[in-house]
């Protein structure tokens, strides 16, 4: 890999601009991994990564679309305020109500959402089929909205908990008239997390319980978590959380918050530059950041 200041030199009038929006941004690992990636494939391309407040958010676009960026990721709090600002939207953020990726159509603004995708990629390229699976999901937020959609297309059944249960309820029914599946949301009880456990094949945690500070939170008690089962927690700060360690002391196969924010990453590259993601070169970029940071567990 070549270093940063030789790419930097490269940098001319025809390098398109790629750059991640949010407030607040300073810990972004966008431009690690998007960087990493122009790179490997010598792609005339730079990401960055700008502040944007609320109230700035309208101006940052026209900004976005007066200077030619070529693509932008969307983070909090902008994901559903910024779809009033583009173009097009593609029918999936549409339905979700977010957008975390847009593309520059020749002037175009268009909106997509990749952390539905982004999830499903990580499970699968860790060797987790989904069809035919029953899946627990915890949480019904932004994250968890967007993967429920894409997830209920592929398992077999998917149960939805959420501390606030009528979101989980309503989610739930958008997706089975939507998708004509085994659906059901319900209360993220302790009781009923343990029993729903039982049945399951897939656990994802899209909860932010066992985030950074609170690293030594789960909702999940060890001695539910079996051999057999997967468990995806989105959470990558910590890069392994209570609830994965336990899963892993148990035998349970665990994919780690990093997988999916590599590929949700790899699916907005693909979006921007029509190249298939050098995703190995994403995540070890993103690990080595981490390590840096002194953030690896
Ligand atoms: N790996 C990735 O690429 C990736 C991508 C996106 C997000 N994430 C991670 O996923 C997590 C959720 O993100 P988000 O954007 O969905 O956040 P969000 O919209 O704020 O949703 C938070 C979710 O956590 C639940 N929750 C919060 N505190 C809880 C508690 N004490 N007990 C039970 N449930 C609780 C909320 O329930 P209520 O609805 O009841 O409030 C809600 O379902 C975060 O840790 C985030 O870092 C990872």
Known sequence: MRLWGQFRTKISGRTK?????????????????????????NLDFVYLAFRVRREELRDAIAGAKSLDIHGLNVTMPHKTAVME???????TSRSIGAVNTILNAGGRLVGYITDGVGAINALKENGVGLEGKKML???????????????????????????????????AEVLRKKFNKKVSGNSLSSELLKNELEEADILVNATSVGMHPDVHQSLVDPSW?????????????????????DAKSMGAKVVSGIEMLVYQGAASFEIWTNHPAPVKVMKQAVLNKLSELGTLS
């Open 225 to 245: 978590l079996r051999p057999d089962l997967c468990v995806m927690d989105l959470i990558y700060n910590p890069l392994e959380t209570k609830l994965a360690k």
């Open 17 to 41: 601009v790629c750059c991640v929006i949010g407030d607040p941004i300073e810990h972004t690992l966008s431009p690690v991994i998007h960087n990493a990636a122009f790179e490997e494939l």
């Open 85 to 91: 600002h583009l173009d097009e939207i593609d029918s």
């Open 137 to 171: 999901l915890l949480g019904a937020g932004g994250a968890g909205k967007a993967i429920a959609f894409n997830l209920a297309q592929e398992v077999e059944e998917l149960k939805i908990l959420n501390r606030t249960t009528q979101k989980a309820k309503e989610l």
